[in-house]
């Protein structure tokens, strides 16, 4: 044994190699996982430095012995790391360079195998080595720039050395992870086999770079020198791909074009001289906010995935669902059921409605087809999992059903009564439902415990959202069910309890309140649009309400106003003032539904692809004026903090009122469902990062103006006098 830690042993001879090769295997103790924690990293420095001091090896392998090589940096450390500030981060990569750099350095040839993913750091560290051999399943990649930062560890530096500047520069900007054969064909890899044969030949690679019949040397030479790159290469591979890519990024994003920077300026330098534009620029988007947003959001995402996990393992398995209630929404939750390989009756009572939801599945299908996802022959099979039926008759094999019908009361109680009793005693019935009252909707079942909400977000093959709404009398089996059966369908379920508009409609009507007022006083409906826009939200409210539909956000915010009437009364059809209308009502009045009819806030036209654009409507502009009883002028910051408030505030009581259990999962359910800007990591740390004390100082003024819509809960006050945080503070280590 040359070395041997707790994630990391060397030993010379792998099965299969002679006694000269040195094996290094990475295998984190009491993880299912490889990832490259700061006490991984150090160990990894003991073992390259056990590596140079041993005698007679003639080659290294590096490899794991778990289902994955390494799937990057320990995330969890990032908060207090960068806290550390820049000083500390520039010593950090320092360090790390210089390990990595010795690897590349050791004066024999050197393979990297790679099973499972290789990502982030795990992908950088690939890269030391002179020749990587890839199993067929594995996948490789440097997300980085996803989690607002850029490959630190020389991935910005090697891999355009690589595999060229402009394939380098669409790998690291756009963060994605790479298949085998991909990787193949960049020269990412040097050979991709079957997972059974990795080994092997790793060993075949390190006894040809041996006998001289593979240049290691001249690869080693390749990635340490400079790009070459005349004058009209430079503007392709970088000046261009910058525009590109900021478009595509946004102005809120600046990870991918800083990253395209740090290749442009190293392209000319030495290693060591590229690794520090490197770390430098690593150190300047690691400090920012957005870096820290999307880090936290990551975070977040592990808490959802964890707690899914922990009900997955408790859930017995769904084999057949069934949905009730063809059409567009029917369709779709078959085709994510079908697509994802659980097979699903469609139940209507009509057959128009049946070829509704099949026409619907289908063209989804097609697109993927399309896209060259899927062949034609997998689409054909996949559509063999949609069974559509006018009747019950095979329902009493059925483990889940979704009931879809339209959002009336009457119509999806008689419906759930109804297919109670044609399915078995242990059958889940989930209703998806955007506001009925979970507990309300089980009044009338005889097993309640087997009842709950699963409310899909349109479209359902887009939206990752699925709240899981649990009743007063749902089981935890029905909900472990429920939410097993979500992640079968790619979906990421988060559970909520039961109240009016659940977790994320509750949170969103409160900003179509600020909204209605801002317009109700005046302000111009795209310039709110337009602030908001440009805060980070993918479409501005009035743009939303048009795609949400003007008569089913009325419903719904009769439903808010029944149901919190001292702060949402305004929510209904009147604005709660004594002076008219709101102005969703007044749209609904003048049959503009939104892009449902073509007109809403704006007018809609087919685009090239068949999908409705908007267009200014003159006819809107002046409807929207007539709702108005002043006129003033709002600066941007004012609509800002007049839209974001109520919602935050909402999320707030939510979360008092035990609606969602943690602000983990409070904050993903609305990037998750409605589209909060991701930079800015969810309402509650938009909260945080105000401070607390801010943010309720400018609700207080915002609400002797505007009433309880606005006003601090009492908990909130007590925690912004305390110092407190709805997120702890990183540790400094």
């Not at 050979?191 to 790793?202: D, G, I, S």
């Not at 990752?464 to 059966?485: H, Q």
Request: aromatic share 6%; hydrophobic share 45%.
């Amino acid at each position: 044994m040359i070395y041997q830690g707790n994630a990391i042993t060397v030993a010379r001879g792998p099965e299969g190699g002679g006694d000269d090769i040195a094996r290094l295997t990475l295998d984190l103790k009491d993880e299912s996982i490889n990832k490259l924690s700061s006490a991984v990293v150090e160990e990894l420095g003991h073992a390259v430095e056990a590596i140079r001091a041993e005698q007679g090896l003639t080659g290294l392998v590096i490899g794991s012995a778990k289902e994955v090589f390494i799937v990057g940096a320990d995330i969890t450390e990032f908060h207090a790391m960068f806290e550390q500030g820049e000083a500390s981060l520039a010593a950090m990569l320092e360090r790390v360079h210089g390990i990595f750099n010795a690897i590349e350095d050791l004066p024999f040839p050197t393979v990297t195998a790679i099973n499972g993913l290789a990502l982030g750091g795990g992908c950088e560290l690939t890269l030391t080595t002179d020749f990587r051999v890839m199993a067929e399943s594995a996948k490789i990649g440097l997300p980085e720039t996803q989690l607002g930062i850029l490959p630190g560890w020389g991935g910005c530096v090697r891999l355009p050395r690589l595999i060229g500047a402009d394939n380098a520069v669409e790998w690291i900007a756009g963060g994605k992870e790479n298949r085998a054969a991909a990787a193949l064909a960049m020269g990412a890899v040097d050979a991709v086999v079957p997972q059974a044969e990795l080994e092997a030949a790793a060993l075949d690679i390190l006894a040809r770079a041996t006998a001289g019949e593979l240049d290691y040397r001249g690869r080693r030479a390749q990635k340490q020198a400079p790009l070459t790159l005349g004058p009209i290469e430079q503007m392709m591979a970088f000046e261009t791909a910058k525009g590109y890519v900021a478009g595509k990024a946004g102005p809120h994003y600046p990870a991918p074009v800083e990253a395209i920077k740090v290749i442009q300026k190293g392209a000319g330098e030495t290693r060591e001289r590229a690794q520090a534009i490197e770390a430098k620029a690593f150190a300047k988007l690691a400090l920012s906010d957005v870096a820290f947003n999307l880090v936290g959001l990551f975070l977040n995402d592990q808490v959802v995935k964890k707690k899914g996990s922990r009900y997955e393992r408790e859930a017995r398995p769904i084999e057949q669902a069934a949905v009730l209630g063809a059409g567009i929404m029917g369709g779709g939750i078959a085709y994510q059921s079908a697509s994802k390989g659980t097979p699903i009756l469609m139940k209507d009572i009509k057959d128009e409605a049946i070829e509704l939801g099949l026409k619907e599945a289908r063209k989804l299908f097609a697109k993927q087809v399309e896209r060259k996802k899927l062949t034609s022959a997998q689409m054909a099979e996949k559509l063999t999992n949609i069974r559509p039926t006018l009747s019950y008759g095979d329902f009493e094999r059925v483990d889940l059903v979704v009931e879809a019908v339209v959002e009336n009361p009457k119509v999806k109680d008689a419906v759930l009564t109804e297919v109670e009793g044609r399915v078995g005693e242990h059958t889940v019935l989930t209703s998806n439902t955007s506001t009925i009252s979970i507990t309300r909707l089980a009044e009338n079942l005889k097993r309640p415990e087997n009842f709950c909400g699963m409310h899909f977000f349109n479209p359902v093959h887009r939206m990752p959202l699925v709240e899981v709404i649990r009743g007063e009398k749902t089981s935890d089996a029905a909900v472990a069910a429920t939410v097993a059966y979500a992640r079968a369908m790619g979906k990421s379920p988060i559970v909520v309890n039961d109240c009016p508009g659940f977790l994320v409609n509750r949170v969103l009507f409160p900003y179509f309140g600020g909204f209605s007022q801002l317009v109700a006083q005046g302000a111009d409906f795209q310039r709110i649009d337009k602030v908001m826009e440009r805060f980070g939200w993918p479409m501005g409210p009035a743009y939303l309400l048009d795609v949400v539909g003007m008569d089913t956000a009325v419903h719904a915010g009769e439903v808010m106003a029944e149901g919190f009437p001292e702060r949402m009364a305004d929510m209904g059809g009147d604005r709660g003032d004594g002076q008219g209308k709101s102005v969703i009502q007044t749209m609904v009045d003048h049959d503009r539904l939104g892009q449902k009819n073509d007109r809403g806030f704006y007018a809609y036209e087919e685009d090239r692809k068949g999908k409705p654009k908007k267009v200014v409507d003159d006819a809107a502009i002046e409807l929207v004026k007539g709702v108005a009883t002043s006129h003033r002028e709002f600066s941007d910051e004012e609509i800002i903090a007049r839209m974001m408030v109520p919602l935050c505030l909402e999320a707030v009581r939510c979360l008092e009122d035990d609606i969602v259990a943690s602000p983990a999962e409070a904050d993903m359910a609305l990037i998750y469902g409605i589209g909060f800007p991701p930079f800015r990591g969810g309402a509650l740390r938009y909260i945080d990062a105000m401070g607390l004390a801010a943010f309720v100082e400018q609700a207080d003024r915002l609400a002797e103006e505007l009433g309880p819509l606005y006003a601090p809960t009492e908990r909130l006050r007590e925690m912004a006098a305390a110092g407190e945080r709805f997120y702890p503070a990183p540790s400094r280590a």
